[in-house]
C-alpha cells in the first residue's frame, strides 16, 4: 500500500502564491506518473498538473504560466507552486501517483491509482 499526504493549502490574496507537497510513502517499488487534480464546491474533480517520472509535465490551460509541477523522485514527493493565484483556484487539492508497490495479500508487486485525502487552497478576491 501507498500513502500519500499533501499539505502547503491555506488562504491566500489574489495574485500570491502557495506551495504544495505530497509526500508517498509505504511499500514502494516504483513511483510512475504523479499529479495534482483539485475539486471546487459544486464541481467534479478536474486535472491540475501531472509529471512523469521522467520529468516530462501536462497542466490544464487555465493554469498555464502560472502554475509548476515538480518531483524530487528520491524523496517520492511531488510539489506544486502556484503563483498569481486567482478566486477560481479555490479548491481542494488532491495529489495522486501511480505506484507500483508490493501487495501480501497477492505475493506480487501491484500497480495501483493512489490519492491523498487534500488540502484546501482558499484564494479571496
Given at each position: 500500500q501507498v500513502q500519500l499526504v499533501e499539505s502547503g493549502g491555506g488562504l491566500v490574496q489574489a495574485g500570491g502564491s502557495?506551495?504544495?507537497s505530497c509526500?508517498?510513502?509505504g511499500n514502494i517499488f516504483s513511483i510512475n506518473a504523479m499529479?495534482?487534480?483539485?475539486q471546487a464546491p459544486g464541481k467534479q474533480r478536474e486535472v491540475v498538473a501531472t509529471?512523469?517520472?521522467?520529468g516530462q509535465t501536462n497542466y490544464t490551460e487555465s493554469v498555464k504560466g502560472r502554475f509548476t509541477i515538480?518531483?524530487?523522485?528520491?524523496?517520492?514527493t511531488v510539489f506544486l507552486q502556484m503563483n498569481?493565484?486567482?478566486p477560481e483556484d479555490t479548491a481542494v487539492y488532491y495529489c495522486n501517483a501511480d505506484a507500483s508497490s508490493w501487495d501480501d495479500s497477492v505475493g506480487a508487486f501491484v500497480d495501483m491509482d493512489y490519492w491523498g485525502k487534500g488540502t484546501l487552497?482558499?484564494?479571496?478576491s
Open positions: 502557495l506551495r504544495l509526500v508517498a510513502s499529479g495534482w487534480y483539485r509529471i512523469t517520472s521522467g515538480s518531483r524530487d523522485n528520491a524523496k517520492n498569481s493565484l486567482k487552497v482558499t484564494v479571496s
